[in-house]
Nanobody, 118 residues
Framework: QVQLVESGGGLVQAGESLTLSCEASGRVLNNTAMGWYREPSGKKRVLIANIRAGGSASYAASVKGRFTIYRDNDQNKLYLQMNRLKPEDTAVYYC????????????WGQGTRVTVSA
C-alpha cells in the first residue's frame, strides 16, 4: 500500500515562494505519472500540475508560468516549486498519480496547507 506524505506548506505573503515535497513510501515514482492537486476551502480538489514518466509536464492555466513540477529520482520525491504566490493559491495541496481513473488513485495523504496573505 502506497503512503503519500506531502510537506513544505506554510503561511507566506503574496509574491513569495514555497517548494512542496511529496514522498511515496513503498513506490518508485520515476516511472509513474504524478500530479499535484489542490483543494481550496469549500471547493473541489483539482489537478494543477502533472509530470509524465518521461518528464514532460503540464499545468493548469491558473498556475502556468509560476509553478514548476519536478522529480528527484535519486531521492524518490516529487516537488512543486511555487513562485509569485497569490492569495487565490491558498489551499491544501496533495500529490497523487495522474492520468488515471479515480479508482486507480492511491490513498490520499494528509496534504500540506498553503496560505497566502495579501
Amino acid at each position: 500500500q502506497v503512503q503519500l506524505v506531502e510537506s513544505g506548506g506554510g503561511l507566506v505573503q503574496a509574491g513569495e515562494s514555497l517548494t512542496l515535497s511529496c514522498e511515496a513510501s513503498g513506490r518508485v515514482l520515476n516511472n509513474t505519472a504524478m500530479g499535484w492537486y489542490r483543494e481550496p476551502s469549500g471547493k473541489k480538489r483539482v489537478l494543477i500540475a502533472n509530470i509524465r514518466a518521461g518528464g514532460s509536464a503540464s499545468y493548469a492555466a491558473s498556475v502556468k508560468g509560476r509553478f514548476t513540477i519536478y522529480r528527484d529520482n535519486d531521492q524518490n520525491k516529487l516537488y512543486l516549486q511555487m513562485n509569485r504566490l497569490k492569495p487565490e493559491d491558498t489551499a491544501v495541496y496533495y500529490c497523487n498519480r495522474a492520468f488515471v481513473l479515480d479508482r486507480e488513485l492511491w490513498d490520499w495523504g494528509q496534504g500540506t496547507r498553503v496560505t497566502v496573505s495579501a
